[in-house]
């Protein structure tokens, strides 16, 4: 089965600087992974994805994400934080075995940027 | 281009009923797929549908059910409606058909069971 797991419930962060939202995660075969965001009372936006390749994926919004297959890890990274970046971040995990529209999803990590 | 449509946007049920939640992808997505979001359990997969096919089902009970017509438009049913399936319901569709290209989600439907 697979799994993801995302170990900070919050993050808080002084805008302007750097920010880190954690991810790991457990398949079978090899990972797709995505990152969401989500607003209030909204539907989940999303940021980026890797399939293969590069390891360092940027996204939307100045967002980026680096693959590391030996920590099974799949990190979502922003330089500088904006206020407007305050959100639930959720990492997800299809793969190559299973379903591949059977998306699992981390538990999700607010990140809270204060100005 | 218009993106996830679900209707309605809120719901209230008693217990005992049933449901059904409509879904229209981006106009193209042939793709379809349904999740559960709740504060307890986070984001669960429900099932997906691809050319009116089921392709993939979460860990749902039978109570839940869902089908796609052959304009990629899905419904989904929960019937005898228990306390426990409140939640946020969310859609989501897809260009390909191999996993590889990212899902757009919908607004979601609110269901309130009472």
């Known amino acids: 089965a697979q799994s993801v797991a995302q170990p900070e419930d919050q993050v808080n962060v002084a805008e302007g600087n750097p920010l880190t939202v954690k991810c790991t995660y457990s398949?079978?075969?090899?990972?797709?992974l995505f990152w969401y965001v989500q607003y209030p009372n909204r539907g989940l936006q999303f940021l980026l994805k890797y399939i293969t390749g590069d390891n360092l994926v940027k996204g939307s919004y100045g967002f980026e994400a680096e693959f590391n297959k030996s920590q099974t890890s799949f990190h979502l990274k922003k330089p500088s934080a904006l206020v407007s970046d305050s959100a639930l971040y959720f990492c997800a995990v299809s793969s190559s075995d299973t379903g591949r529209r059977a998306l699992t999803f981390g538990s999700g990590t607010r990140l809270q940027v204060q100005p | 281009k218009a993106g996830v449509t679900q209707t309605p946007r809120y719901l209230i049920k008693t217990r005992g009923q049933q449901v059904t939640l409509s879904c229209s992808p981006i106009?193209?997505?042939?793709?379809v797929s349904w999740y559960q979001q709740t504060p307890g359990q986070g984001l669960q997969f429900l099932f997906e549908?691809?050319?009116?096919?089921?392709?993939n089902k979460g860990n749902f009970p039978g109570r839940f059910s869902g089908r796609q017509f052959s304009n990629s438009r899905s419904e989904m049913n929960v019937s005898t409606l228990e306390l426990g399936d409140s939640a946020l319901y969310l859609c989501?569709?897809?260009?390909?058909?191999?996993?590889?290209?990212?899902?757009?989600f919908g607004q979601g439907t609110r269901l309130t069971v009472v």
């Open positions: 989501a569709s897809s260009a390909d058909n191999w996993g590889l290209a990212e899902a757009f």
């Open positions: 398949v079978s075969g090899n990972p797709y």
């Open positions: 106009s193209g997505h042939r793709s």
């Open positions: 549908y691809f050319s009116e096919t089921q392709r």
